[in-house]
Structures are given as structure tokens and as C-alpha cells.
Nanobody
Framework: QVQLVESGGGLVQPGGSLRLSCAASGFIFSNYAMSWYRQAPGKERELVAVISSAGDTMNYSNSVKGRFTISRVNAKNTVYLQMNSLKPEDTAIYYC???????????WGKGTAVTISS
């Protein structure tokens, strides 16, 4: 059974930091590129960051570049999103997604809520 479970969300003041985690199970994690998406209230879901299956290539949306870092530990079947210098506009539900590099299969987690407010 495939599972992606996000954790680490919460309420943080502007300028603060959070580290999100996404624990994967039920598939060969090292064969999947991993991404973080977010969806703010009333807005469409948007791509935040993506990391290749080997962890050697990362890409970021312009809105988070220089503030967020995506990483993964294949031995732990986990992908992370380190978020620094957080802004109110980063408030959203954050989701992780797995995409098979060979199969193209996609799996989604249920999300973790991040709120940036003073």
C-alpha cells in the first residue's frame, strides 16, 4: 500500500523557519522524483520544489528560490523541505508528490498545513 505522509507544518511568525518531512512507503522510493506542492486558500495548487530520484538535481519556483531547500534521504524513504525566511504568502497546505522516473506513476500525500502569521 502506497503512502506519503507529510509532517512538520504549523504556525510560525514571519521570518521564521519550518522543516517539512514526507515519509514514503509502499514503493521503491529511489526510483521516484519527489516534489513539494502547495495550495493556498482560494488558489490553485502550485509546484514549490522538485528533486530528482538520485537527489542530484533540484528546482524551485521563483517565489521560494533562495529561501526553501528540498532534500531527500533515500535510505530513510523521506523527502524534506526546509523553509526559511517565511512570509505570510507562504501560508498554504503543503503536499508531497512522488513521480516514477520509469513508470510515470504519481502518488500524493494528504498534506500538512503551514500558517505564517504574527
Amino acid at each position: 500500500q502506497v503512502q506519503l505522509v507529510e509532517s512538520g507544518g504549523g504556525l510560525v511568525q514571519p521570518g521564521g523557519s519550518l522543516r517539512l518531512s514526507c515519509a514514503a512507503s509502499g514503493f521503491i522510493f529511489s526510483n521516484y522524483a519527489m516534489s513539494w506542492y502547495r495550495q493556498a486558500p482560494g488558489k490553485e495548487r502550485e509546484l514549490v520544489a522538485v528533486i530528482s530520484s538520485a537527489g542530484d538535481t533540484m528546482n524551485y519556483s521563483n517565489s521560494v528560490k533562495g529561501r526553501f531547500t528540498i532534500s531527500r534521504v533515500n535510505a530513510k524513504n523521506t523527502v524534506y523541505l526546509q523553509m526559511n525566511s517565511l512570509k505570510p504568502e507562504d501560508t498554504a497546505i503543503y503536499y508531497c508528490k512522488a513521480r516514477g522516473q520509469y513508470s510515470g506513476y504519481e502518488y500524493w500525500g494528504k498534506g500538512t498545513a503551514v500558517t505564517i502569521s504574527s
